[in-house]
């Protein structure tokens, strides 16, 4: 394990976007720490295959670029080259302004060890999804100039997810419609405002789908078909 502790700033990147990769991980039990220090990439970005990048109370992530090409990526779309993101409980975790790129064959290539942990999201971030991904048990603080992006057919969900956006505060499971949609589809789904408003639409399958708390919602809220079912609170 490399160990980054108390206030450590570790710089790197490739000399250019198309040199070889500056950090390599053996295998996946490899691990770098980042323990209330910051990962600074370089302006010609980075990839990070296998391994994990452990967060431990609240670390940072700066990337210097101007587009996902030299921007980080985690991953390379195989299995045998995942990587990981983990945070501690209660760990927080600053993106500055940069390019993030997920490239991981599985769901949950960023994950908690418990809820008690947060992502916040600076203006000027931006991720892009080459990848199915799934936000679970967390707390996830968003910037109004927040950037997501998607490949072709790719789904991204919420799971037992907290957001906090100057739009309000939110606690979500479901799944990313369109850009400007949730979808609840059942099975314990639900959506509750807890201030503000939620500013989407929503779109309603299946049964057991839940839409509550005190804020409002200013997108249209649909049902599918005529044996979706929804219930507020």
Avoid: C, W
């Avoid at 101007?66 to 927080?92: C, F, H, K, R, W």
């Avoid at 299946?206 to 005190?214: A, D, P, Q, R």
């Amino acid at each position: 394990m490399a160990k980054f502790k108390g206030g450590v700033t570790f710089a790197i990147g490739r000399k250019d976007v198309t040199s070889s990769e500056p950090l390599l991980f053996e295998d996946k039990s490899a691990m770098l720490l980042l323990d209330d220090s910051t990962l600074l990439v370089g302006d010609q970005g980075m990839q990070i295959t296998q391994g994990t990048v452990r967060v431990s109370r609240a670390s940072t992530i700066d990337i210097n670029s101007t587009s996902t090409t030299n921007g980080l990526m985690l991953g390379n779309g195989q299995s045998s080259g995942n990587a990981y993101i983990e945070l501690d409980p209660s760990a927080v975790l600053t993106f500055k302004p940069g390019h993030f790129v997920y490239n991981v064959t599985d769901t949950r290539g960023i994950r908690t060890q418990a809820k008690t942990a947060r992502i916040i999201h600076e203006a000027g971030f931006m991720t892009h999804f080459m990848k199915d991904f799934v936000f679970e048990n967390l707390t996830n603080q968003l910037n109004p100039s927040t950037a997501f992006s998607f490949d072709a057919g790719v789904q991204v969900s919420v799971s037992n997810v907290v957001l906090e956006s100057p739009f309000g505060d939110y606690r979500i499971t479901g799944r990313r419609g369109s850009a400007t949609e949730v979808s609840l589809e059942g099975n314990g789904d639900y959506i509750f405002v807890d201030s503000e408003t939620l500013p989407f639409a929503v779109s309603v399958s299946g049964t057991n789908n839940t839409i509550g708390g005190e804020g409002d919602i200013s997108g249209v809220v649909t049902l599918q078909d005529s044996a979706s079912e929804l219930t507020s609170r």
